[in-house]
């Protein structure tokens, strides 16, 4: 009975422990008032507007022939002509270079019996200076090409532009969060993260041109768009 009576005190006395314990754990796990961290993220963008300087030209040739082989032998002499057209007209060799080719049958109506072949051959020059745009057209249109598949403008440096941008990105980010800041009666605090969610990668802007029809007809006024590339930021501030 003794043992008995020494084990019931025990079990007392432990459970006045943990009910003395537990109130103080689970104050622990609470939050002081006002300790939480109040932030605020918002994105900010900026555009950067650009005029291209250098423009890609595709263009080529089609031949047609009763074989295959004469369409194609055909086809590589002609657009030879038209290759060292476009150098002379000042085009570097390592800015010419092959974009497709092609050979394909062709069916008389019945779409049968093939009758001949098809080739095409097209390359791609980029022009660095703008105002060659014409006369690179021009000489590949009298060395013999009738084959285009457009022009493509570009920029060589495709960061250009960009750290400005980005500064003008977070600018108008802490603008939002000002006015956010502002509408909840708190102060932007010092910065806590901020990433540039949107990578500059200038488009290439394409205009189409029809070489078989300019033949004779003279090139038409090639006028350069303005290129625009958007940057964009996320930011969290701290607010006080």
Do not use: C
């Amino acid at each position: 009975m003794k043992g008995n009576a020494k084990w019931g005190l025990a079990g007392v006395a432990l459970g006045v422990a943990v009910a003395l314990t537990l109130p103080s754990l689970a104050q622990d796990a609470s939050p002081e008032p006002g300790s939480l961290e109040r932030t605020v993220t918002v994105s900010g963008t900026a555009t950067i507007r650009s005029e291209p300087d250098e423009a890609t030209i595709t263009l080529g040739v089609r031949t047609q022939a009763l074989t295959a082989e004469a369409a194609m032998r055909d086809n590589a002499n002609r657009m030879n002509d038209v290759i060292q057209a476009v150098r002379g007209a000042g085009v570097a060799a390592d800015d010419v270079a092959t974009a497709w080719i092609n050979l394909y049958p062709q069916y008389e109506d019945a779409g049968v019996t093939i009758v001949g072949y098809v080739a095409e051959n097209q390359v791609n020059a980029t022009v660095r200076s703008m105002d060659s745009i014409g006369s690179v057209i021009d000489a590949a249109i009298e060395a013999g090409a009738n084959l285009s598949s457009g022009i493509s403008f570009g920029l060589s440096d495709e960061s250009a532009g960009v750290e400005g941008a980005l500064a003008d990105a977070v600018a108008d980010a802490r603008s939002k969060a000002l006015a956010l800041a502002d509408a909840t009666g708190a102060q932007l605090g010092v910065v806590i993260h901020v990433v540039e969610t949107g990578a500059p990668t200038p488009p290439a802007v394409y205009r189409d041109y029809a070489y078989a029809e300019a033949v004779g007809a003279g090139v038409p006024p090639i006028e350069t768009p303005t290129l625009e590339t958007q940057v964009s930021v996320t930011v969290t501030w701290e607010l006080l």
